[in-house]
T-cell receptor
Framework: GAGVSQSPSNKVTEKGKDVELRCDPISGHTALYWYRQSLGQGLEFLIY????????KSGLPSDRFSAERTGGSVSTLTIQRTQQEDSAVYLC?????????FGPGTRLTVL | GEDVEQSLFLSVREGDSSVINCTYT??????LYWYKQEPGAGLQLLTYIFSNMDMKQDQRLTVLLNKKDKHLSLRIADTQTGDSAIYFCAEESGGYQKVTFGTGTKLQVIP
């Protein structure tokens, strides 16, 4: 079956613009995670959705970052007024039992 | 909060054993994971261990857990050039499914 997909694969934007990153999880997976991977850094937890529960937003670095998950499936990560330090690979993962399945990521470059 | 630490780099010769170490801070961790990220590829689960276990072996992989010291290690026997990748340690908070990743250890295998 299809894995986790993310779009776009690459996004170049100008400082101050808003961007939306999309994640399509594996069908039936109720848990969905967003992470950020910067050059030379590990995976930084951003936000976690589990079913209909309130999301864990504790990793969002600022109020410019927000995420939604509609209908328990597709998720969108929005970054408003992008800054150069937002440049990174944004990874989405959905989960089945004890395994997270990662998407290929969206590489965001803020000029 | 949760914190997971790893050394950034490890170099071994082909055929030798590799040992990648990880320390974590959350005493309520239930599961600890090892993920592998090959160049240009997404993260994939290698193995995981439940927190009430000391050791888990899976073919060339051996995971050791010292819960008292909050120390996790991954041993790869007979390391091959195909094992060159970044290895991420991750811990899951008790009953919560929030997964925190370490910085990743880049393993270089010298032929």
């Amino acid at each position: 079956g299809a894995g986790v997909s993310q779009s776009p694969s690459n996004k170049v934007t100008e400082k101050g613009k808003d961007v939306e990153l999309r994640c399509d999880p594996i069908s039936g997976h109720t848990a969905l995670y967003w992470y950020r991977q910067s050059l030379g850094q590990g995976l930084e937890f951003l936000i976690y959705f589990q079913g209909n529960s309130a999301p864990d937003k504790s990793g969002l670095p600022s109020d410019r970052f927000s995420a939604e998950r509609t209908g328990g499936s597709v998720s969108t990560l929005t970054i408003q007024r992008t800054q150069q330090e937002d440049s990174a690979v944004y990874l989405c993962a959905s989960r089945s039992f004890n395994e997270q399945f990662f998407g290929p990521g969206t590489r965001l470059t803020v000029l | 909060g949760e914190d997971v630490e790893q050394s950034l780099f490890l170099s071994v010769r082909e055929g030798d054993s590799s040992v990648i170490n990880c320390t974590y801070t959350d005493s309520s961790s239930t599961y600890l994971y090892w993920y592998k990220q090959e160049p240009g590829a997404g993260l994939q689960l290698l193995t995981y261990i439940f927190s009430n276990m000391d050791m888990k072996q899976d073919q060339r992989l051996t995971v050791l857990l010292n819960k008292k010291d909050k120390h996790l290690s991954l041993r790869i026997a007979d390391t091959q050039t195909g094992d060159s990748a970044i290895y991420f340690c991750a811990e899951e908070s008790g009953g919560y499914q929030k997964v925190t990743f370490g910085t990743g250890t880049k393993l270089q295998v010298i032929p």
